[in-house]
């Protein structure tokens, strides 16, 4: 604001200092000074009075400068009593009278120009000072054939104004209001020359398989994407609803005649298992998707490998001592718990009928049970009357009441599942050798070394029917179909008999209606399809056998699995409830898991 000169302060505006005789109303100190405070006081108030005199004096200047229209505006917008609005109304009337009987035509100028006028007659109101334009053309889109306007006829002015109105606007959007440029282009081209060729020969397995030929080292880009989407289509076919519409969706009249419709008004496709898809006998599509349990392999053979009967869990337990469950998605298949068994080599595992508890057995006195949902581990020590030294085998009712166990002379002990206790004990002739329940729990099949089969009813605990086993020798497993329409059975010698359900409970020595001598070594493992469409079954001591058969035609799949799929020593077996999963345990601790995909996935 200002320079100190000697005890004198000078500011830029030009004010004068304070006045000197004002200070000599301030109480003096002792000493006859002022304090450092009111002395600041003083200047302050000074400086204050000095600045409003300056402001005063530039209003007056300001107020000289004002011709007489910005004074009456000032007073009529801030107040003041200079000019009234009927003196402003007759300064400025004439000149808006004249521009608005210029623009207009007919009697609406006639009127707006005397409305305007300052002649007119005055009511103070000040209405005469504003003019609502009523006469601009109204801006219509073309194209809605008339609907939206309130006027019947066209106005031919209104007309062109629209055409002009268009051709402005197509020609701010460059003269083409349909014309885009491309916001990008893709470098990919026709050839994809700006991309390095796809090296597939020292790739991975799965770049190696979209080879033509060996010799075959490097595609383009453009190649490798139509080999990848052929691959695509063979992995997963198009459906045939998708390649057969249904003329209903076409033709409306149809419609009450439709198979849509017929889907729509019942739910008989969803559950009866008979209009569902059916397997084609000449080949069956699988492919290999992720291990099952490939978060977690075991360390020993796998010996159990079972799906949960109503969700996507896979069960698994081997020599290692350990339970581990997994949930099967066929893409990274995690891991969700393991539990360790520390003083039982496991032989057997399987899901209770409602997968809420696990059974484990092996070469033991006593077996354990453990509650998937509380968690807990709960050890039976033995079964009471009992006194075998192993409970290794035993298999589950798929109603949910018993377990089996198979005991030594021919005994098979059944026990409750819900209090694990002895029920009955069922004797057959020569030694247990394996069992299978019916899919309704009602019946228990068991077969003996001597290759005889016994039905069991489970509500009288009596045989009700036996059977020989044609040309059997030492037959090691029984499978029963889960529509109970084939009963297989499988030998030492590799043969696997299969029945026809009807024809074995009618006789002590039927036929069987196919005899399946594809493998050489003895039989292991049987599992039918849960739609009992397909019958599996494998031997455990040679590498890579297994087979897959078509059972409504009884012949074997020839396409798969073929002498390179990498099985190993197939262990056990399990088909998922939805019949889309097939899972292999082998005895390097992994369980392969395959994909059909003629069905759904679990």
Request: glycine share 8%; net charge neutral; proline share 4%.
């Amino acid at each position: 604001m200002g320079k100190r000169q000697g005890d004198k302060r000078t500011f830029s505006a030009n004010v004068a200092a304070p006045n000197p005789s004002a200070l000599g109303k301030i109480k003096k100190t002792k000493k006859g000074r002022l304090s450092a405070v009111e002395a600041a006081k003083v200047k302050a108030q000074a400086l204050d009075k000095d600045i409003s005199q300056m402001r005063e004096r530039m209003r007056v200047i300001a107020d000289r400068n004002k011709d007489d229209e910005e004074a009456d505006l000032e007073a009529l917008v801030f107040g003041g009593a200079r000019t009234s609005i009927a003196g402003l109304a007759q300064r400025f009337g004439a000149a808006a009278a004249s521009a608005s009987a210029t623009a207009s035509t007919g009697s609406s100028g006639t009127e707006d120009a005397d409305a305007m006028d300052g002649t007119a007659e005055d009511d103070g109101d000040g209405e005469e000072l504003f003019v609502i334009d009523r006469r601009a053309p109204k801006l219509t889109v073309s194209g809605n054939d008339g609907e939206g306007t309130d006027d019947d006829d066209e106005d031919p002015d209104r007309i062109g104004h629209d055409d002009e109105a268009a051709a402005a606007l197509s020609a701010g959007r460059g003269g083409n209001a349909h014309s885009e440029e491309s916001l990008w282009t893709d470098a990919f081209g026709d050839d994809g020359a700006e991309f390095a060729a796809v090296d597939i020969a020292n790739g991975s397995s799965r770049l190696r398989k979209l080879r033509e030929h060996e010799d075959e080292k490097t595609i383009s880009p453009r190649e490798f994407e139509e080999r990848l989407r052929k691959t695509f289509v063979k992995l997963h076919p198009t459906p045939t609803w998708a390649l057969n519409p249904d003329p209903a969706l076409v033709d409306p009249d149809s419609w009450a005649h439709s198979s849509v419709a017929t889907v729509l008004r019942s739910a008989k496709s969803m559950i009866d298992r008979s209009m569902r898809r059916r397997l084609p006998h000449e080949t069956i599509e699988m492919f290999r998707v992720k291990d099952a349990n490939q978060a977690s392999p075991s360390a020993a053979v796998i010996q159990s490998c079972k799906f949960h009967p109503s969700a996507p869990v896979l069960l698994t337990a081997g020599y290692d001592r350990t339970l581990r469950l997994f949930h099967v998605d066929g893409k990274v298949n995690p891991k969700i718990q393991s539990v360790y068994i520390k003083d039982m080599p496991i032989h057997s595992a399987d899901f209770t009928a409602d997968g809420r508890q696990i059974v484990a057995c092996g070469r033991r006195k006593f077996f354990y049970v453990y509650d998937v949902e509380g968690a807990t581990v709960e050890r039976v020590n033995g079964i009471r009357g009992r006194d075998e030294k192993s409970f290794e085998q035993h298999t589950s009712s798929p109603c949910g009441k018993f377990l089996a166990f198979t005991g030594r002379d021919g005994y098979i002990i059944l026990v409750s599942r819900i209090s694990k206790q002895w029920i009955a004990n069922l004797r057959m002739n020569g030694t247990v050798r394996a069992l299978d329940f019916s899919k309704d729990g009602r019946w228990l099949f068991s077969v003996g070394g001597d290759g005889e089969v016994y039905q069991w009813d489970l509500a009288t605990r009596q045989c009700v029917h036996k059977f020989y086993d044609e040309g059997a020798v030492k037959v090691n497993t029984i499978a029963v179909s889960p529509d109970n329409s084939y009963i297989a059975t499988g030998s030492s010698a590799g043969i696997v008999n299969v029945y026809s359900s009807s024809s074995a409970l009618s006789s002590d020595r039927p036929t069987p209606s196919r005899a399946l001598m594809n493998l050489t070594t003895s039989i292991s493992t049987l599992a039918f399809h849960p739609s009992s469409q397909a019958l599996l079954f494998a031997s455990r001591t040679k590498k890579d056998s297994m087979k897959i058969a078509h059972c409504p035609s009884l012949t074997v799949f020839q396409n798969w699995p073929t002498a390179n799929t990498p099985l190993g020593y197939v262990n056990t077996v399990d088909w998922s409830p939805g019949g889309g999963y097939l899972a292999t345990g082998n005895d390097k601790g992994k369980v392969l898991l395959y994909r059909a995909t003629a069905f759904d996935s679990c």
